[in-house]
Nanobody, 122 residues
């Protein structure tokens, strides 16, 4: 069992930056593929980024490529999402997720956090 708690969301102006953190419980954090997803009001949840257990492989959605960076610190049981050059369309609730398997862009993750709100004003 893995419990995930996101933090770092907030209100930021367009062009600004935020760093989201996701703290995981459990001693086996390093075995999990981790992902970030987001859901805007009235829209389906969408994939943002994923990172392998070792941190050596990452995949990004086209909409965030070049602006967002996913990373992890297995010693701290934490995964991060650095978000730069934020746009109003990045406004959403951001969710952290864990998966016991290979990198995946679909919602095939076994564990999910409660989410953290990111609001980007124009």
């Amino acid at each position: 069992q893995v419990q995930l708690v996101e933090s770092g969301g907030g209100l930021v102006q367009a062009g600004g930056s935020l760093r989201l953190s996701c703290a995981a419980s459990g001693r086996t954090f390093s075995r999990y593929t981790m992902g970030w997803f987001r859901q805007a009001p009235g829209k389906v949840r969408e994939f943002v980024a994923t990172i392998s257990w070792s941190g050596s492989s990452t995949i990004y959605a086209d909409s965030v490529k070049g602006r967002f960076t996913i990373s992890r610190d297995n010693a701290k049981n934490t995964v991060y999402l650095q978000m730069n050059s934020l746009k109003p369309e990045d406004t959403a609730v951001y969710y952290c997720a864990a998966r016991d398997g290979a990198l995946a862009m679909g919602p095939t993750y076994q564990y999910w956090g409660q989410g953290t709100q990111v609001t980007v004003s124009s």
